[in-house]
T-cell receptor, first 114, second 113 residues
């Protein structure tokens, strides 16, 4: 079945280092992937997205990589800051249905040490 | 500024009671979604709507219902609350396309005793 999951539940990094958060998905037909950031007590916030016809997309301090061969998605955060401490979720829209129906992974907690 | 709000932010109720959670957005978005978030899980889709009078079941719709009488609101009703429905509930909206960004509300923490 469709499954979007994360390899590690918690990632601890030193302030200023780069962070890499990983995600695996099982639906090879999925067309669209998104990374969300969720701070304590708040709703998820969009970070960056990528379509299946791309393998890399960059934003401000963030990069998403998509490896369709092994069905793997990663979020890279450059020069991690204390404000980056949050739970990060990957999500996909399964298949090519364009329905907006998101399937979320379980989340990785990013802890930034000063 | 346009926004999406949820009320109440916290709710405690008893098993068997009917509960309605409100979601209101001022972006004039066509699409609205309800998710629940449980410890150790990501968000799971309960119901969604693509416009007025349109509602659809999501992954975990049993025990929940929604109605869409206008563009701005999508209330979520628990017909007979169960302890298994203790969770944090998030509402989201997006413009119209399936790939349009979903904006999430602040969430409602519901406890069913």
């Amino acid at each position: 079945g469709e499954n979007v999951g994360l390899h590690l539940p918690t990632l601890s990094v030193q302030e200023g280092d780069n962070s890499i958060i990983n995600c695996a998905y099982s639906n090879s037909a999925s067309d669209y992937f998104i990374w969300y950031k969720q701070e304590s007590g708040k709703g998820p916030q969009f970070i960056i997205d990528i379509r299946s016809n791309m393998d890399k997309r960059q934003g401000q301090r963030v990069t998403v990589l998509l490896n369709k061969t092994v069905k793997h998605l990663s979020l890279q955060i450059a020069a991690t800051q204390p404000g980056d401490s949050a739970v990060y979720f990957c999500a996909e829209i399964p298949g090519s249905s364009n329905t907006g129906k998101l399937i979320f992974g379980q989340g990785t907690t990013l802890q930034v040490k000063p | 500024d346009a926004e999406i709000t949820q009320s109440p932010r916290h709710k405690i109720t008893e098993t068997g009671r009917q509960v309605t959670l409100a979601c209101h957005q001022t972006w004039n978005h066509n699409n609205m979604f309800w998710y629940r978030q449980d410890l150790g899980h990501g968000l799971r889709l309960i119901h969604y709507s693509y416009g007025v009078q349109d509602t659809n079941k999501g992954e975990v719709s049993d025990g929940y219902s929604v109605s869409r009488s206008n563009t701005e609101d999508l209330p979520l009703t628990l017909e007979s609350a169960a302890s298994s429905q203790t969770s944090v509930y998030f509402c989201a909206s997006s413009a119209s396309g399936g790939y349009d960004e979903q904006f999430f509300g602040p969430g409602t923490r519901l406890t069913v005793l």
